[in-house]
């Protein structure tokens, strides 16, 4: 539909967002793209997985650090904006819920979208890593989110995505309910194996002392705020 406003749907758990060769450089990309008139970022509220939840820091600590990296990235036909969707999403779960809900799936999160923003045609962003888990059934309602939405798969090289996602999407249990032409697996961005946790372990003991890390591994204006709030 003409009238519809494409919107690529990108969440992390931006702890901290990593720079031009990881989160940054996803971002650049999905904008140098021109396929969107909007990227949304939505930083994680609470992880699904315990081990990870544990690691998180404070979440209004990660949305400052999505808009120090992501707010200079709107280009001319594609504005970016840090959303706390998720958050909001949460809340309400909660506040009509009989116990406390302790994460929302992403299939949660794209059924508010859908009914909140129903002007909106939703394109998910996904990592080549996160993507392989959902073809193997590892997410919450893994078939209706590959059924029911499109795809942008970035590859990073030397990481799991090195996997032929193609062959694995031919052979994937739910390859009868997918859509290929609705899913974009982009291996031309120049993209690195950089993570979150890995850049954690990259500044060690001593994060707040070391301010030389790379534009391609963190934005300056991050590696600042990390500093001066002395956050890990």
């Not at 931006?14 to 989160?23: D, F, K, S």
């Not at 009914?115 to 996160?130: F, H, K, N, Q, Y």
């Not at 372990?201 to 890390?213: I, K, Q």
Request: glycine fraction near 6%; hydrophobic fraction near 40%.
């Amino acid at each position: 539909d003409l009238n519809m406003k494409k919107v690529a749907v990108f969440g992390l758990s931006a702890n901290p967002p990593t720079g031009l060769h990881g989160h940054q450089g996803i971002v650049r990309r999905l904008c140098s793209s021109h396929q969107f008139d909007e990227v949304w970022i939505l930083p994680v509220f609470t992880h699904m997985y315990a081990s990870k939840r544990d690691l998180l820091i404070p979440f209004d600590h990660r949305v400052q650090m999505c808009h120090l990296c992501f707010d200079g990235e709107t280009a001319e036909g594609t504005t970016v904006r840090v959303m706390e969707l998720e958050k909001s999403a949460f809340e309400v779960q909660n506040s009509n819920a009989t116990s406390e809900t302790q994460y929302l799936g992403t299939v949660d999160i794209i059924d508010v979208i859908k009914r909140d923003e129903p002007s909106c045609s939703i394109t998910l962003v996904l990592g080549g890593d996160a993507f392989r888990d959902l073809l193997m059934g590892k997410w919450k309602q893994s078939q209706r989110l590959l059924e029911e939405n499109s795809f942008y798969v970035f590859t990073r090289k030397g990481a799991v995505d090195a996997f032929n996602l193609r062959d694995l999407l031919s052979t994937s249990s739910f390859s009868d309910f997918i859509n290929q032409s609705q899913i974009l697996i982009d291996d031309e961005a120049s993209l690195d194996d950089i993570s979150s946790s890995q850049f954690r372990e990259l500044l060690g003991p001593n994060a707040r002392a070391n301010s030389s890390a790379p534009d391609t591994i963190i934005h300056p204006d991050v590696m600042k705020y990390i500093q001066n709030h002395e956050l890990y």
